[in-house]
């Protein structure tokens, strides 16, 4: 009798302990005690501009779970999550457990929701791992923060410029920025260009960095530089059928549209090629204008390919077509194998995981990235180097004035971030560097770390063009090597100055 109840004993112990180990196998759902109302717009800012105004880099991963969540409210409801084994994980080409890592939080998202919106998934990437989704819960939020292949989970429509430039934050997400934007042209002084053959004007800047004596050694030929904006206008005649004349030929120009213009996330139909902003045209002409016949303004590296994206309406990545869009031209000249060198002349006051992702992908395919280190607006004066700028995957660029000594331009931005300077700043009459205008035969002027950043990206193409075996990390070193204060960096001016001809030699 004992020996069965003994044994009776034994088949219990082993049922209680089997089912104590099924519910651990559960996961315990986790609840808010007392749903708390989302904060406005302008309490979210508030807290960002807490990190800026001391020189912090703000990222959402620093948010607690409420304030993540009332961005994402005041987003649209629109969230980005990157996931991975690692934060490294971010391709999907190189990440074997890429579906069943998409698959797991997917069912998360469904459990915590509980919603029959058919259009909740409002994209797959197919490049990287990430997914943009839409969530109402700040239960789901704080579970996928918990989840273990959770890179980073963001607001994918949480507008910071709209924001600050409302009174009422509501209104917030309606609004669209047009910084940077302009159609004007300008007589350039005579004082600012010197005439070359065969009647091109070369922007008095490009002495200063020794260009013009580059060319003696190359012009760009064989190089093909990307360049993410506003696009490139299609008034401009010498940066379409006229981008082989005078004495730039056997190159070709190419233009591709990521933008979406539109308030509705799930639109997916771009507002096409054309720079409807100015800007991308301006920071194209600074790179790759033709050595023209029609007395307008050449660009560095004459001879180079021109590929441009119009991945955003403006310079300030606000919103989630403007970051989808950006991400998704990183993503499409990091493929292409002719593309060596990328330049990007917008940013952001704070991180996107996207575009970091986007910004890696490209980086780990060799491309060779420049970003602007930041031109001033009313909404980030009080910031230092912008993001993307920042990472250490980008070559982060500004521009100073012509002096002696070095002095950030007036609109432009410092710090410790960056690698290389441009002088596109006169002293005395403070004109900026000639470029092609948006309208055909017309020039204008450009400034701010915008111009400073074109500029560098075409030394960049020409070092490339002269050196065509070598890698990323050679031209960059060489760049490095030729700048004024290599070996020690300066505290906010990076390696300061480049000597294109120095570069050559």
């Known amino acids: 009798m004992i020996k069965k109840l003994s044994k009776i004993s034994v088949i219990l112990l082993l049922l209680i302990v089997s089912c104590s180990k099924e519910e651990d196998k559960k996961e315990t759902l986790i609840v808010t005690p007392e749903q708390q109302e989302p904060l406005t717009g302008r309490q979210i800012n508030d807290y960002i501009n807490s990190f800026n105004q001391v020189g912090e880099k703000f990222d959402w991963s620093k948010a607690t779970t409420h ?66 989704v839409v969530i109402t819960k700040q239960e789901t939020i704080e579970a996928l923060r918990q989840n273990r292949y959770i890179r980073y989970v963001e607001p994918a429509d ?92 056997g190159r070709f120009v190419q233009r591709y549209g990521t933008y979406v213009d539109s308030a509705w996330p799930w639109s997916t139909t771009t507002d096409g090629i054309n720079d409807l902003c100015g800007h991308g045209t301006s920071m194209a002409s600074a790179a790759t204008a033709p050595r023209n016949a029609y007395g307008l303004p050449v660009g560095v590296a004459y001879n180079a390919n021109l590929v441009t994206y119009r991945a955003s309406s403006d310079v300030v990545l606000n919103g989630y077509h403007e970051q989808n869009g950006v991400k998704n031209a990183f993503t499409s000249l990091g493929i292409r194998s002719d593309v060596k060198i990328i330049s990007m002349s917008m940013g952001h006051i704070f991180s996107v995981g996207k575009i970091t992702d986007g910004v890696r992908y490209a980086n780990n395919r060799g491309k060779l990235i420049f970003c602007a280190g930041g031109t001033s607006t009313s909404f980030t004066n009080f910031v230092g180097v912008i993001f993307p700028a920042w990472m250490p995957e980008t070559v982060a660029v500004t521009g100073i004035k012509e002096a002696s000594t070095y002095q950030k331009c007036d609109v432009c931005h410092s710090g410790s971030e960056i690698d290389f300077t441009i002088m596109m700043q006169r002293a005395g009459s403070n004109n900026t560097i000639p470029v092609l205008s948006y309208y055909n035969n017309q020039a204008d002027y450009v400034g701010g770390s915008s111009v400073a950043t ?51 030699q």
Request: aromatic share 12%; with cysteine; charged share 10%.
């Open 67 to 132: 304030q993540l969540w009332s961005a994402v409210v005041n987003g649209n409801n629109l969230v980005t999550i990157g996931f991975g084994t690692n934060q490294t994980d971010f391709d999907r080409a190189k990440s074997p457990l890429s579906s069943k890592m998409q698959s797991e939080i997917l069912d998360l998202i469904k459990r915590y929701e509980g919603s029959t919106n058919p259009n909740w998934i409002v994209n797959q990437d197919g490049y990287l791992n990430l997914i943009d």
């Open 158 to 249: 949480y507008r910071y410029f709209s924001f600050e430039n409302q009174s009422d934050p509501k209104e917030g997400n309606q609004v669209y920025s047009d910084s940077g934007c302009g159609y004007s042209t300008s007589t350039i002084s005579s004082a600012d260009f010197t005439t070359i053959s065969p009647n091109a004007q070369v922007p008095w800047a490009f002495y200063k960095h020794g260009i013009p004596s580059a060319w003696g050694y190359a012009t760009g030929s064989g190089v093909t530089i990307g360049v993410i904006d506003s696009g490139l206008s299609s008034q401009q005649s010498l940066m379409g059928s006229g981008f082989n004349s005078g004495l730039s030929s």
């Open 454 to 504: 074109a500029t560098t990206a075409g030394i960049a193409a020409l070092v490339w063009s002269k050196n065509p075996s070598w890698n990323k990390s050679q031209v960059l070193t060489k760049m490095k090597q030729s700048s004024q204060f290599y070996p020690t960096k300066n505290s906010q001016f990076g390696h300061g100055i480049i000597n294109a001809l120095a570069a050559m």
